[in-house]
T-cell receptor
């Protein structure tokens, strides 16, 4: 079974530039999550999709972050414009239905904002 | 604010000994819990899941859940240097939100 695919693996940008991350979940998984993980901290949920609908985006900085999951499969997360404090690892995860289930993570994107 | 708390460590354990990692949670309604292992520069990998009170064993790993005391623990027997990593505890709040601890860094000394 193929795992969660994420790209790119690394990205370096300057502040005020824009960046986009892509994620393709495990086939058949209805729930897709985007997390931000800062070094030394646990993952912080940015947005959770159930199929192509948003379940939770309460911690997404909507003035600069946006995410979509068209057709309920793959997803993109965009930051525009980036700030220095956005430097982190962005993790995509998926689960079968999102209720009391384990999550499977992609390899993550390490973002450095200079 | 629902929380999952872990000691950040580092927890240093000699090779071959038992490593004991603990996690407490605030939401009495939480039903399911997970332990993830995260190597430096890698993404979290599921080690154990536990849904009911008591112990669950899988190879060298044992997860323990005590809902009355609201804690979850992970025991690693015969610790190996390859077990050195950060261990993240997570618990579901209700049906929709997974709450994460900050992780405990474990170091196994040869």
């Amino acid at each position: 079974e193929a795992g969660v695919a994420q790209s790119p693996r690394y990205k370096i940008i300057e502040k005020r530039q824009s960046v986009a991350f892509w994620c393709n979940p495990i086939s058949g998984h209805a729930t897709l999550y985007w997390y931000q993980q800062i070094l030394g901290q646990g993952p912080k949920l940015l947005i959770q999709f159930q199929n192509n609908g948003v379940v939770d985006d309460s911690q997404l900085p909507k003035d600069r972050f946006s995410a979509e999951r068209l057709k309920g499969v793959d997803s993109t997360l965009k930051i525009q414009p980036a700030k220095l404090e956005d430097s982190a690892v962005y993790l995509c995860a998926s689960s079968l239905s999102g209720r009391n289930e384990k999550l499977f993570f992609g390899s993550g994107t390490q973002l450095s904002v200079l | 604010q629902k929380e999952v708390e872990q000691n950040s460590g580092p927890l240093s354990v000699p090779e071959g000994a038992i490593a004991s990692l603990n996690c407490t949670y605030s939401d009495r309604g939480s039903q399911s819990f997970f332990w993830y292992r995260q190597y430096s520069g890698k993404s979290p990998e599921l080690i154990m899941s536990i849904y009911s009170n008591g112990d669950k064993e899988d190879g060298r790993f044992t997860a323990q859940l005590n809902k009355a005391s609201q804690y979850v623990s992970l025991l690693i027997r015969d610790s190996q240097p390859s077990d050195s990593a950060t261990y993240l505890c997570a618990g579901w709040e209700g049906n929709y939100q997974l709450i994460w601890g900050a992780g405990t860094k474990l170091i196994i000394k040869p």
